[in-house]
């Protein structure tokens, strides 16, 4: 019996969200969009993903509002994928499924998420410590962990070598 794409009989804002983002590879897309990647081949080679997945996703999610489509270059025609605000408020979610990963399956920790206005580590639910605020994901500064690949093959994953901001557009260097 083959699987359902909807949960029509489900009463349920989780079933819906599940529509939605549920599907292998989504959440790993928006995950790398909010840390900044915004081109189609930086998601193709970062995530190791098929193409014509990651032409579903792009185009499931733009249609969703999650990400916004955005012409950056008209010969060829090239477009860029823009996290929404939609997109944005599925960081605390991605963050609290990150650490329940983390605890759950002994694994190290590959980034540090801070508060970049005072460097504090952000607390279990995406607070500031220090500041006592909930802190919103342009105000992030993430970190790559010790445990983190510092020698990567892809150009993405040499971009996110550096301390950056979330949401800040990655510039990935070939070499």
């Known amino acids: 019996m083959a699987l359902g794409k909807d949960y029509v009989t489900q009463e349920c804002s989780i079933a819906r969200a599940l529509e939605v983002v549920g599907e292998r590879w989504t959440l790993l897309v928006i995950r790398d969009a909010l840390y900044g990647v915004r081109r189609y081949n930086d998601?193709?080679?970062?995530?190791?993903?098929?193409?014509?997945?990651?032409?579903?996703?792009?185009?499931?999610?733009?249609?969703?509002?999650?990400?916004?489509?955005?012409?950056?270059?008209?010969?060829?025609?090239?477009?860029?994928?823009?996290?929404?605000?939609?997109?944005?408020a599925l960081w605390p979610t991605l963050r609290s499924l990150g650490r329940w990963g983390r605890e759950q399956f002994d694994e190290p920790q590959l980034r540090y998420f801070r508060h970049a206005e005072c460097g504090t580590e952000l607390g279990p639910y995406g607070e500031c410590p220090a500041c006592g605020l909930v802190v919103p994901a342009g105000d992030v500064l993430m970190?790559?962990?010790?445990?983190?690949?510092?020698?990567?093959?892809?150009?993405?994953?040499?971009?996110?070598?550096?301390?950056?901001?979330?949401l800040q557009p990655i510039e990935t260097d070939p070499a």
């Open 43 to 88: 998601f193709l080679v970062h995530l190791g993903i098929p193409r014509a997945v990651l032409a579903a996703r792009l185009q499931a999610l733009t249609a969703e509002g999650i990400l916004e489509k955005r012409r950056y270059q008209e010969s060829p025609p090239r477009d860029e994928y823009v996290p929404t605000d939609r997109a944005i």
């Open 143 to 166: 970190e790559p962990g010790a445990a983190l690949n510092q020698d990567p093959a892809d150009p993405v994953s040499r971009a996110l070598l550096k301390a950056r901001r979330l």
